[in-house]
Structures are given as C-alpha cells and as structure tokens.
C-alpha cells in the first residue's frame, strides 16, 4: 500500500486531505480501474454541450421550517404561521421571511419548490439520503451520492478533485443510518474530497496539503514516476480503458503539488471586502471557497451548513430546552442572516464573474417543519411539504413550483418528490436521462435516477 | 462543527441631524446586524440594520438619544428557562453617536 509518509488512513464513507492520497492506492492494489463502460468514449455524454457546467449545493442540515422562512402563511393561525413576517420579493406576488432581505431582492434569479415531500420516515437521514442521491437506501445497498455521478460522468477537468464537500462531512445527526454522501458503488475515484478543516479559521492553511515532515520532493518525484510506470502497464492491459482520465493515484500527486491547488484553498487571496462580504463564518466562507474551487476546475461542491444538529445553533428548530434547543431567536439571530448574506454574496460574486450562467446552485434540505408549533415554541421534523430552491445555470428564476395547502401541510399542487430534483440537476448539467447509465452492482449498466426533471425549472 | 467567526466586526457611525449613516462593516460575521436606540441611557428601539446604510429613529419623545450599531456574537446555542441566551450576545460593534430632542 501506497503512503505519503507516515499516515494511515482508511476510505469508508469519504476521502480527508491525507487519506485522499491513499484513495489511489487502494485500487492499486487491485490493479484495476473501473471496468465499466466509458460514458464519454460511448458517445452517451458530451461535456460541450452541457447547459450547465458546474453546480453548487448548499446544503441546509437540520432543516428549515419552510413556514417560517420560504413558504408562509400569514392568514393561518397564529399557532401555525409562527413569528415571522413575509416581506415582499423583487417578484410581484413572491413573499419570503423578513430575515431574508437581500434575497428577496434577487428572487427574480430564484425558482422556488413549495411542494417537495417523501414519505419514508422523518429522520435527518432519510431525507439526506433523498436529498444528496435521489435514492432512499440502507447500509446494504449504497447508492452514489449526486456529485460522484458528476464526477463519474464527466470526470476531472483539472487537478482539483471533480466533486468536493466542505467544510466536512456530515457527522451525527440520530441515527446511524447512511447520509448519502458517498460514491458507492461507483468507487473509490469518485468519492467526494472532505475538505475537513474550517476556512472561516484563520490558521486554516494550504499548508495542509503539503507533503508530511520528512518527505522531501525527491521522494515525491520518485513516487510519481514509480507510479506513472504503473499506471502504463494498466493501460495496455486494459485496452477497453485506455480512454479513462488519470487514475486517483496521479489526481492524488497532482492534488498535493499543484500551484492550482494552492491558489484554490488560499482565501488570502480574496480582498477583504469580498471576505466581509460572505460573512466572516465558516458557511461564508466555505460558500467563497466554493466559488474559489468551481473557478479552478471542480465540477460539484457541496457546502454543508452544519455537520451536526447536537449541541449547537442550527435549523432543527424543537426547542426541546436541551441538546436540540434551537428556537426562532438562532433563527433570527443568526442562521436567517448567515444563509442571506452568503447565499447572496455566492450569486452576486458568480454573476459579476460571467460564471452564474454556467453554475447551478442548489438549496437543499431534508424536510420542512411540522406547521403546527409544539409546546415549547419549536417545531419538529415534517417530510410531508417543504421547500428548496434552485437558481444560475439555465434555471428559470422569479417563480413557484408547487405549492402546498393553507396551512403548509401538504402539496396542494404540482407535488415535486426529491428524485426530480436531482434529475433536473442532472438534465440542466446536460446528462441524458434516457441514455446515460450507470455501472450499477455487478457492473450491470442501470438508469441512475428512477424520476423526470421538472420542467418547469427549464 | 460549530460555526466559528474570524476577527471582530467594526463599523464607523456619523451623525447629520437624526440621521445616522454607518461604514460598511468589517470583519463582518454575517449575525444579526442593528441600530440600537437609548433615551437618556435606556434601551428603547432597535432596528434592522443589514440592508441599508442610513437609519433615522421614529422615537419623538424629549431626550438625549445615543445611536450605535450591534451585531449578534454567538458564543453557543445555550438558553435559560425563558428561552433568552446565557452566553450568546449583542455587542456594540461601532462608535455612538448622540442628539438630542
């Protein structure tokens, strides 16, 4: 087994910094590459004609309560319309939360989905698992997240890994159930790179990719041409591969040398007023390195806003008055403000950058939040009705899909279920549907979302 | 992974009339940003300050007023049985200024 000095890393359900050199050495062991079919030589995929080319999630853990922010009711009862006050978008008969001001002036670029739902449980990992693959799954059956299929389709353009999570990965959020943030049966190449470290820190280096303590670079170079040597040898062997991109090792050596990868993770390099801009938090700041990473090369970055829903400020919003103690003042405070001035910051800094058109960002979450408020002023866990949005790329912004009943308990129209999200999100990055398969288990070629895009996002 | 915040946000605040214009804010942590409003030393008003730049108090009852601008520190989740934070707070984030009617 291949080691860059001394660290020892297992792979299970995402790839660190160090470990992710070792992503490569694992399938070496094997001497293979994926046997399954090539995409891009089938002719099935052509990333020139992708409409979108790159895509963004912002991922909202914990939840929102879509009455409370992107989905009110102010003439329903007070117990169910909550606190808040809807203020009017920059889209004539649009409303959201008044603790979104700067989005509302930007809806005009926003499409709203009111009427998502599912209905295999109320579990944070439920709906992630919905939300990142498409798919619901146990242990047994993994299914890939959304940006491994990116990466599996269209591979790496540059030295920086194609599909990214930051700042980490998702940690405990109740049950020990999958997140769906692993590229599964698609293998090791097509895991997501944890970023695994918080760009809002100040000691937060580039330093950290740098080769360990005693690994000089000549080391480093033999390593590499040991490895090119290898890498030749599998070519000829497997002459319906020949066509593959470079293999994890190779992405690995570029990763850790490349000047591409310094300039991308050095928010130094930003002037302090764009900083500001964004929110000097880790979501902030995690949303500019985003735009950072997707300017250098990587395809699909995933910015989880929180890792945990214990023990901290977030979405979960049920006021329990212990570890899940969030309540409309974290949503006041600070959660509202924080998702408004990053998520605008990230559109307006990718629109003055002629790179909105060519990025989809996408903002999702497991669940809405029970409309009727608990005893204790929160609100629980609702995968009956909630709301996500999607804007850039070629999405048609200023509009509602769907929307649910008085009282926001259920879609009363045009119900959207979590697999057609992704199979926009797929059909806006220019992946036909219908043609595009994937190396299911057994290498047996499957069709990898079971839904229709929306068509109205188009 | 909690949030965490880098540096300490300032904002410069200048006074024409009972108009109060304030700087951009820098080192800004993204929290809940507002006009405070005192009346001869008391808390009376707050308001949104996020979006625009100038604030002018409503407030019309005779007094001295001080003006400064807050922004939300989050130190942790935890609340007291009323629901209020225990350690996460507002804090003065600019100069006051002051007027009086």
Known sequence: ?458 | MDQKFEGTPKAELSLQGRKVTRSEVTNDWGSQLRWKVARNGKEVATASARVESTFESPEKEAGKYEVVLQMFKYVNYKKDKDGNYTESKFIDISNSVSYTI
């Not at chain 1, 080691?3 to 890393?9: L, T």
């Not at chain 1, 910094?17 to 030589?41: H, I, K, N």
């Not at chain 1, 999405?395 to 769907?402: A, F």
């Open chain 1, 1 to 458: 087994m291949l080691h860059i000095g001394n660290e020892h890393a297992s792979v299970c359900s995402g790839v660190s910094r160090r470990s992710f050199l070792q992503v490569g050495a694992a399938g070496m062991a094997g001497m293979s590459l994926p046997a399954a079919m090539e995409r891009e030589a089938a002719g099935a995929v052509d990333p020139s004609k992708a409409k979108i080319r790159n895509c963004i999630t912002l991922f909202l853990v914990g939840s929102p309560g879509h009455l409370d922010t992107f989905d009110m009711k102010p003439e329903a009862p007070e117990d169910i319309r909550g606190k808040f006050k809807p203020i009017q978008t920059n889209v004539e008969g649009i409303d959201i939360c008044e603790h979104f001001p700067r989005m509302a002036r930007m809806m005009d670029k926003v499409a709203l989905i009111r009427s998502l739902h599912h209905k295999t449980g109320a579990s944070h990992e439920n709906g992630q698992r919905w939300m990142m693959t498409g798919h619901d799954f146990n242990s047994n059956d993994l299914k890939p997240f959304l940006g491994s299929v990116i990466s599996r389709v269209y591979g790496a353009k540059s030295s920086l890994p194609a599909s990214m999570i930051l700042p980490g990965k998702i940690g405990n959020t109740g049950t020990s159930t999958p997140h769906g943030q692993q590229s599964a049966y698609l293998g090791s190449a097509h895991e997501p790179f944890f970023l695994g470290g918080d760009p809002a820190l100040t000691d937060f280096k580039v330093a950290n990719l740098a080769p360990p303590a005693g690994q000089t670079e000549f080391r480093i170079d033999s390593r590499r041409k040991l490895l090119k040597q290898i890498d030749e040898l599998q070519r000829r062997a497997e002459t319906r591969t020949t066509k593959q991109r470079e293999t994890a090792y190779s992405r690995a050596f570029n990763l850790l040398t490349s000047p591409e990868t310094k300039q991308a993770f050095d928010l130094g390099n930003e002037a302090d007023k764009l900083r500001d801009r964004y929110g000097r938090n880790t979501f902030g700041q995690s949303c500019l390195m985003a735009r950072r990473l997707i300017e250098r090369g990587t395809r699909f970055v995933n910015v989880n806003h929180f890792d945990t829903v214990f023990n901290i400020s977030c979405w979960d919003m049920h006021a329990d008055g212990g570890s899940l103690n969030n309540t409309y003042k974290d949503y006041e405070y600070l959660l509202c403000p924080q998702f408004d001035q990053a998520f605008t910051a990230l559109v307006e800094d990718l629109e003055t950058r002629g790179m909105l058109d060519d990025t989809v960002i996408c903002v999702l979450s497991e669940f809405g939040r029970t409309p009727k408020i608990n005893g204790r002023g929160g609100r629980d866990h609702y995968p009956s009705a909630w709301t996500n949005f999607l804007c850039g790329g070629n999405i048609k912004g200023g509009q509602v899909i769907g929307s649910t009943d008085k009282i926001g308990a259920a879609p009363h129209d045009n119900p959207i279920l979590p697999p057609q999200v992704l199979a926009s999100i797929y059909h806006a990055m220019g992946i036909d549907l219908e043609t595009t398969m994937m190396p299911g288990p057994g290498s047996r070629p499957i069709r990898f979302i079971d839904a229709e895009p929306i068509r109205e996002l188009f």
